[in-house]
């Protein structure tokens, strides 16, 4: 009976309801999952210097370290917190928690619900690192590219920090729990936006205001607050104009005239100069043909110089009329840009804004009384200016140009080229041949104002004188021999020895110093006939014989002393060589 009792004593009795619920209550706590990386409530044990202990319902308890609260002194035990966990055990048996990691991973739940690539947040700068910034958007830290900061790259990323800006989210990765922002991508779809808006509003004639925005060498780009307009350098004045810094500079504010709107490609074409009259409205009753004028070279160029005779206003001088007397071959060899010179208009063509002017027309032209000046017959003095390869260009005074022909250079030889005479700069005499003012054109003579020496040949010679010279030329029918400058006489071959000649080049050569006879004299056809073998004869006993004359006329037959002499002057020093005809 005892060990009844005892047994009876010690069974438990049956359990009152509210007793078993809280006991399921507890079990079903006691046996909850717990999942690594689920965040869950914990109630915190105890608050240390260093740790928070926090109890989750687990076996164990999780130390917190101290620093992932931002005011520990707000911290009490039996608070509930939420934490992440980490790990359900660690090397000690408890479980690894984290209130900081828990908090970032709740508020990053929070913005990806309310956020997605593409959507708009707003942030707050917080501070700077390689490559962007770091902006705060609702307690996660997001990145922000340097490159995305502005429209325009930025160079102080300093200047954004503590800033609030709205940004466009371009990337989230939910992995890695990073997002990255730009800036410049939502100002410019703001832009864009108001781009439209602009360009909507924008009509061909309006007057806008905007701001040099940047300099290219062919014009200007302006902001029209927000929209960028192309004032080209034609478009910024009337008048020339070598760079588009001359109207405009980088930030000043000025008003144009709206010229071109392309709303498909989104341009806009701007003018400066359409502010103003246009200066060739009426400008042939402001220039008429005839009117003098006064103006400034703005330009010049090879064939002509351009001058401005008021602003946007220019006509062309072209070289041919610079000067009456001068050949200009560049208008810089007269003319430099910034000087004033006087013009005459004339022509005017305003459909095309061409000015014809000439300088000239300003001068008396002195071709007009070039026949009072120069009459036929006078004698001139001037000096060798040019050459061409049918006579020398003389100037004379005034300017004036007389040719001479290389006809009229000598009396007694044939002149292939001026420079066989003349030398450029050298000071001659002239007797004026003939004068044509229509064709500004003056003929002049050298040899003209020399006298001809086979004038008074007759004086000088007779047939049957013996004379001295030199042999300068030789001919396969005879040998020339200088008597004195400009006088040369033909000995035929048949006339060189008493010995039949087979050879002129045998017997003779250039230099040799030679006697003859003359036994021909012709001033009219300017020659004279030689006989070698007949210098030995005695004087009384000379006679001009049918042979010698025989000789010379066989030299007619061949051309004729007079082609004898143009054939072998024909040929220079160079090409002449003894018996070279011969063969």
Known sequence: ????????????GPAEPQDRAALAALYEETMRPFAEGSIVKGTILEVRPNEVLVDIGYKSEGVIPAS??????????????????????????????????????????????????????????????????????????????GSQADLTPAHDLDAYVGQTFDFKVLKINHERHNIVVSRRELLEEQRNEKRRELLADLKVGQIRKGTVKNITDFGAFIDLDGLDGLLHVTDMSWGRIAHP????????????????VNQEKGHVSLGLKQKTPNPWT??????????????????????????????????LVHVSEMSWTKRITRASDLLSTGQEVDVVVLNVNAEEKKIA?????????????????????????????????????????DGIDGMIHVSDMSWTRKVNHPSEIFKKGD??????????????????????????????????????????????????FGAFVKLEEGIDGLVHISQISD???????????????????????????????????????????FQVSE?????????????????????????????????????
Not at 132 to 139: E, K, R
Not at 285 to 303: E, I
Request: net charge negative; proline share 4%; hydrophobic share 40%.
């Open 68 to 145: 992932e609260f931002r005011d520990l002194s707000a911290v009490k035990a039996g608070d509930q917190i939420d934490v992440l966990l980490e790990g359900i055990e660690d090397e000690a048996g408890m479980v690894v928690l984290s209130h900081e990691k828990a908090l970032q991973k709740l508020k990053w739940d929070r913005l990806i619900q309310k956020c997605s690539e593409g959507g708009v947040v707003q942030g707050r700068v917080v501070s700077r690192v390689k490559g962007g910034l770091i902006v705060d958007v609702d307690g996660v830290d997001a990145f922000l590219p």
């Open 245 to 260: 810094r001359e109207m405009v500079s980088v930030g000043q504010e000025i008003e144009v005239v709206v010229l071109d």
């Open 282 to 315: 009426d400008v042939e009753k402001k220039y008429p043909v005839g009117s003098r004028l006064r103006g400034r070279v703005v330009n010049v160029a090879p064939y002509g110089a351009f001058v401005e005779l008021e602003p946007g206003v220019e006509g």
């Open 547 to 583: 042979e010698m004359l025989q000789g010379l006329k066989g030299a007619d037959e061949l051309g004729g002393l007079a082609g004898a002499f143009d054939e072998a002057f024909n040929l220079t020093e160079k090409e002449w060589k003894p018996g070279t005809k011969e063969e």
């Open 427 to 476: 000071e001659v005499e002239a007797v004026v041949l003939e004068v044509n003012p229509e064709q500004q054109r003056i003929s002049l003579g050298y040899k003209q104002a020399q006298e001809d020496p086979w004038s008074s040949i007759t004086s000088r010679y007779k047939v049957g004188q013996k004379v001295k010279g030199t042999v300068s030329k030789l001919a396969s």
């Open 499 to 541: 010995q039949r000649v087979e050879k002129v080049k045998d017997v003779l050569r250039v230099g040799q110093e030679v006697e003859a006879r003359i036994v021909r004299i012709d001033p009219v056809e300017r020659k004279i006939g030689l006989s070698i073998k007949a210098a030995s004869m005695p004087d009384e006993e």
């Open 1 to 12: 009976m005892a060990n009844d009792t005892t047994q009876t004593e010690l069974a438990p």
């Open 357 to 397: 002017l000439g300088m000239r027309q300003c001068e008396e032209n002195p071709w007009d009384a070039v026949r009072e000046r120069y009459p036929i017959g006078s004698r001139v003095r001037g000096v060798i200016r040019n050459f061409t390869s049918y006579g020398a260009f003389v100037e004379l005074p």
